[in-house]
């Protein structure tokens, strides 16, 4: 892996670690994209994320039908946008390891709902902007460009990552 990679992972990671929610996109039936919030429970990226959904929602027909699916993720870190196929399965050992009090609220009886199933999406393509400057440095950049003194705000770096 070049340092580069290793940058972008790291960049990738970081972003990872400071979510609470992602948003996947997925086709509906009629070729409409969907958006819906899901909690990231994994904290770490390596080229897939897992998140745990409940069997027969819309998202997991859509994910049956088409498997193409967009995952966003926005943290203090930056902002993250994630191309690749999901997978649906029925795999409790990780439901163990990804149990949380956030999928608790989504599923009150506890870990052993029989309707859990474990939505997973492996990666094809990453692409990230970091936010370097924090949230008053960014708006004193964008300040800047507004006013003509730069081109445009420099709040932190973009990369993309084949995965």
Do not use: C
């Amino acid at each position: 892996m070049t340092d580069t990679q290793t940058d972008h992972r790291a960049a990738i990671s970081d972003i990872v670690h400071g979510a609470r929610t992602a948003l996947l996109t997925t086709v509906s039936e009629d070729g409409q994209l969907h958006a819906r919030p899901l909690a990231v429970q994994d904290k770490s990226f390596h080229g897939t994320l897992r998140f745990l959904v409940q069997d027969g929602s819309e998202k997991v027909e859509d994910i049956a039908r088409n498997p193409h699916v967009n995952v966003a993720i926005e943290s203090q870190g930056g902002y993250l946008s994630i191309a690749g196929t999901a997978t649906v399965t029925e795999y409790r050992a990780v439901v163990d390891e990804l149990w949380s009090p956030f999928a608790e609220a989504w599923f009150p009886d506890g870990r052993d709902d029989p309707s859990i199933r474990l939505l997973t999406v492996q990666g094809v393509s990453v692409e990230y902007w970091t936010q370097d400057a924090g949230p008053v440095g960014g708006l004193v950049q964008t300040l800047k460009a507004a006013i003509g003194h730069q081109s445009q705000p420099d709040v932190g770096s973009h990369g993309t990552l084949e995965v």
